[in-house]
């Protein structure tokens, strides 16, 4: 195994303990030299390519492997800068909050009794949640609710939802 491979090698693992634990806690900012294209991760990547390249190439094709190993390295780094780039910048949905959930529908799952919880399953536009509920009236098992009021994210004042009184006359 030659020096190049071992290049290779290194580069490549320290790629990958980067972008492990790097999304963590940071813990590796220090490192990053400026722009995006002098970051550990872009580092590592041109150097994994032009180690693992030149490595296999160099004992057939000599001192052009080092050449073909650095146009690797810099396709390599390249692509990495764009998917850093890509990934940074992706729009992500809306981060519910509390008052988010104020008017959801949903359903009793375990029936409130005035003085004591229940449970809710509401429609959220992220999936069915389960909180707490209390409620100023008993309610079944199944029926549809409304959220009147929000006390945390886990607990809500509920009250039956008449889907013929919402609609009006």
Known sequence: MNAFLWVGLGCTAVLLVAL???????????????????????LAAFGGAFGWVTGALVGALGPVAVV??????LVFGAATVRFSAFFSDMPTDHTETEADMLGS????????????????L????????????????????GTPVVVVDVTSSTLVAVEPFDA??????
Not at 20 to 42: H, I, K, R, T
Not at 106 to 120: D, L, T
Not at 164 to 169: I, V
């Open 164 to 169: 013929d009184a919402a609609l009006g006359p």
């Open 105 to 120: 529908l949903g359903r009793v799952v375990e029936a409130p009794q005035a003085g004591r919880y229940g449970a809710a």
């Open 122 to 141: 509401l429609s959220r536009p992220s999936g069915p949640v389960k909180v707490a509920c209390t409620s100023e009236v008993t309610l079944a098992v």
């Open 68 to 73: 073909i190993g650095l146009v690797a390295g």
């Open 20 to 42: 492990v634990l790097d999304g963590l806690d940071d813990a590796f900012d220090a490192l990053d030299l400026g722009p995006s294209w002098l970051s550990l991760p872009v």
